[in-house]
């Protein structure tokens, strides 16, 4: 390791040698004065880095990061003379991959900032460049959520992800608890849509053996199955005010009761919860509890949606083909491109998915044309369709003329078409008993 002839700065480049973060050492004109072997490892390609500036390191460029499009942390803590921490793409023997990047400030004797330590953490959960599995992407608003997930997942902290249907907020869970020190533990995922009130307390809570009728033996639990590791609430709007009640009582008193038990039993995991849901509308409408909104709210995270990062498109449409179709090598033409990125994906990734999965089944060579990205139901037969209505007719006859049609052509049980129709399965309930045989 090279480094100028000082004692300070031997005794501290002889401290960062032995650690395993890749970290150098800076002025404050952003030249690199010391680098440990880690460093030189992950992001100089075995080669010289002392004499070099950060930046052309670490991203190829020819002026600071905040000349470059980026937030310099080196610039702020140079004015604050504190900390400072952000995420960054850096250039590595691999390719460019996220990096989350803290500079620290050295002072001397008397107090003068002399040099900044800066230490570098790959994000090993998330990729900038095509991938078959995990978070993909590079965009500016990709970036700042991964931002937030990196700080926030090695915490005990109770994270909530909020964003529209199709996201990927499951995804993101599964990396927080991938990055947490629960990542041994096991991750649980319970759907609150389809918890009904009868279910709740068994699902979650599981049972004693002979508590009710049909109970023959033990269950376990999902917070029971959650222990050391992390529960994952989906859709946790979804859950009436009754249930949300015991929610709550759960998180507060960290203990539960198997149904038919009489014991107490710990309950240990770190929650993350999702929605995508106004949550604080339904707060002031009183459609979901106050109490429990802050207690799940501790770290809110919101997920952007498709429309929010169109630079990412190309990028999770190579990511995407390799996961629908892992044995063939396909690609978009340059037209199916262009016509995937006119539109607004409401489904955001999961209707990207969705496209994508039903075009490479249309497709018979490697290349997926505007004609395969075609919806099959453009033009579906007569009789799948809702009868015409007339033009003058009062809602409650729309209504029931509408259910009446979505019970004859939904296939699956009742609470699989509440949860189609937005409703719950109460309120499907008692309109379909108004509309009557």
């Given amino acids: ?25 800076m002025d404050d004109r952003y030249r690199i004065v010391a680098a440990n072997a880690a460093y030189t490892r992950e992001f100089g390609g075995g080669g010289p880095v002392v004499g070099r500036l950060c930046y052309e390191v670490s991203h190829r460029f020819n002026a600071p990061c905040d000349q470059s499009g980026e937030s310099c942390p080196l610039l702020g803590s140079r004015e604050d003379g504190h900390s400072r921490r952000v995420l960054h793409l850096h250039q590595t023997p691999r390719g460019e991959e996220h990096v989350d990047v803290e500079t620290t400030p050295v002072r001397d004797d008397s107090g003068r900032i002399r040099y900044f330590v800066e230490t570098m953490r790959v994000v090993r959960h998330a990729s900038s460049r095509p991938a078959a599995q995990g978070l993909v992407g590079r965009s500016p608003a990709f970036t700042r959520m991964l931002g937030l997930v990196t700080r926030a997942a090695p915490s005990e902290a109770t994270i909530m992800l909020l964003g529209e249907t199709g996201t990927g907020k499951e995804l993101v869970a599964r990396v927080i608890h991938e990055a947490s020190p629960r990542a041994e533990g096991p991750f649980v995922a319970v759907d ?10 068994s699902e979650l809570f599981g049972y004693e053996k002979g508590a009710f009728t049909g109970a023959a033996h033990r269950k376990q639990g999902l917070v029971e199955a959650a222990s050391g590791g992390t529960l994952f609430l989906d859709e ?19 203990t539960y009761r198997r149904v038919g038990g009489v014991d107490a039993l ?21 459609t979901f509890r106050r109490d429990l909104y802050f207690r799940i709210n501790t770290f809110p995270v919101r997920t952007p949606s498709l429309r929010e990062r169109p630079e990412d498109l190309p990028l999770l449409v190579e990511s995407l083909l390799a996961r629908v179709a892992p044995q063939r090598t396909l690609r978009l033409t340059p037209a199916a491109l262009a016509q995937l990125s006119a539109m607004r994906f409401e489904g955001n990734i999961r209707e990207l998915r969705n496209l994508l999965e039903r075009a490479s089944l249309l497709a018979d060579g490697t290349e997926i044309e505007p004609r395969h990205l075609a919806n099959v139901d453009d033009a579906p037969p007569t009789g799948d369709r809702p009868p015409p209505m007339p033009q003058w007719r009062t809602l409650d006859e729309n209504e ?23 409703l719950s399965e109460r309120t499907l309930f008692r309109k379909l008993r108004e509309l009557g045989p």
């Fill in 266 to 286: 710990r309950a240990d995991f770190r929650l993350v919860s999702a929605t995508h849901r106004n949550l604080e509308a339904m707060v002031a409408n009183d």
């Fill in 192 to 201: 609150c849509a389809g918890l009904t009130e009868t279910l709740f307390e």
């Fill in 236 to 254: 946790i709007g979804e859950l009436p005010l009754s249930l949300q009640v015991k929610l709550l009582r759960l998180l507060e008193t960290s």
């Fill in 400 to 422: 029931r003329d509408y259910l009446a049609w979505a019970l004859k052509h939904h296939q699956g049980d009742r609470a699989s078409l509440a949860h189609r129709l937005g």
């Fill in 1 to 25: 390791m090279v480094a100028r002839p000082t004692d300070k700065l031997h005794e501290l480049v002889s401290f960062l040698d032995g650690l395993a973060e890749p970290r150098i050492v």
